[in-house]
């Protein structure tokens, strides 16, 4: 009802304007159409205030610390997360499944040398790290088709545990080798066994065959 009202009065005073005619100061401008909805906005909420005033209410954000002081772990949000410290010896990584339809203002990210929090409209989601991070290096990045949030950070001393048991294992794997044969006839493709070596093949180290007493 007032939206019609507000129509016919616009009309009538751009009908006034056409002719010629003064508008008074009350008239439909664009300065009184402005205060018009700003007043009428505000009554508005104040009349969903006394209605529904718990809809108003500001809830304190959940603590990040527990009594005695230590970093509280939780997933309020219950969304679904990966922490991975140990494929990388240099990063840790931090994923967490948000709705890809959610604004990014409504995302607030922390990251401490020993943990990380992420808040998704206020719930919180927060883990310790066992390892020390560098937070100036560390990033943040969340995906436009799917939603995810990434976070990337450098640990401040290298895991060489870890590194040299991800070089061993590459070298392993580089060392095998397995023979296989070309298939024939359409065949699949399968792995030779180790050619058999006759006696006369075989080669003597005669170093290691000790003396006869």
Partial sequence: MESLQ???????????????????????????????????????????RRENPKKFEENEPSPMFLANGEIRQ??????DFLLNEWDDPEMTVFEMKIPKYLNTSLIDVNINPKWVSVRVKGKLTQLRLTEEIAVEKSTTQRSQTTGVLLIKMPKVTPNLILKK?????????????????????????????????????????????????
């Avoid at 044969?181 to 170093?207: L, R």
């Fill in 74 to 79: 939780c997933n309020e949000g219950k969304y």
């Fill in 165 to 213: 048991q991800n070089e061993r294992m590459q070298k392993e794997k580089a060392q095998v080798k397995p023979n296989v044969i070309q298939a024939t006839n359409d065949e699949e493709t399968k792995t030779a066994p180790a050619p058999k070596q006759s006696f006369k093949d075989q080669k003597v180290d005669f170093d290691d065959i000790p003396d006869l007493e």
């Fill in 6 to 48: 507000l129509f016919i009065e616009q009309v009538r005073i751009k009908k006034k304007e056409e002719e010629g005619k003064e508008v008074s100061e009350g008239a439909y401008t664009r300065e009184n159409r402005r205060k018009m909805y700003l007043e009428m906005g505000k009554e508005r909420e104040e009349k969903e």
